[in-house]
């Protein structure tokens, strides 16, 4: 013969304890600008540990535990032979980064499939940058035909002069441009 289920025990009078979760969870949402927060901050720690920074430094830095980044980005992270949380040379996660354009203010974005894409964004950024000051060295150094979500990224001296153009007439100063990039 089956037996018979007992009802869960009320929590208070207003509803039962599944009731009582929900509420718990409402109390504690996160809000969708303090996820992306953590998500930058979470991929700022991943570069720094990636630059040999001490964990208790990079999470100092990063102002994020390590334990709350392994959470949001697991495949980041792999465990060496000893048993230690060490940091993947590299991520699969997509970032969303801006570039300048050749008009002035404007800004186009890009989604980086990947920590290697990411870096080549901010590495094409930085000769952008330099070749704004006059030093074409690094435009120089950067692959040609380099396609990052659809995108070529120039490496034209006239293409990449008109950008360092552009950005220094926008009202925000090109040094601040990249200063807040990370994932949407």
């Known amino acids: 013969m089956p037996r018979k289920r007992k009802r869960p025990a009320e929590t208070s009078s207003k509803g039962s304890r599944s009731a009582a979760k929900n509420r718990k969870r409402s109390n504690t949402s996160i ?6 927060r953590n998500r930058i901050a979470g991929f700022n720690l991943l570069r720094l540990r990636r630059a040999d920074l001490t964990w208790n430094d990079a999470e100092q830095q990063a102002g994020i535990t ?4 392994q959470s949001m980005f697991p495949r980041a992270f792999l465990f060496d032979e000893r048993g230690h949380l060490q940091v993947r040379g590299y991520d699969p996660y997509t970032r969303k980064l801006r570039i300048s354009t050749t008009r002035p203010g ?3 974005w890009l989604s980086a499939r990947g920590s290697r894409k ?3 964004i901010g590495i094409w950024n930085n000769a952008v940058k330099a070749a704004g000051r006059g030093d ?3 435009i120089d150094a950067f692959p040609r035909n380099v396609f990052i979500d659809g995108v070529r990224l120039p490496t034209s001296h006239y293409e990449v002069s008109r950008i360092a153009a552009a950005a220094a007439e926008s009202d925000e100063p090109f040094e601040d441009i990249y200063a807040f990039v990370g994932a949407a």
Request: hydrophobic share 35%; charged share 30%; no cysteine.
């Open 31 to 36: 809000s969708r600008y303090d996820t992306a």
């Open 66 to 69: 390590r334990q709350e980044v």
């Open 106 to 108: 404007e800004f186009r």
């Open 118 to 120: 990411a870096s080549l």
């Open 136 to 138: 074409f060295s690094l």
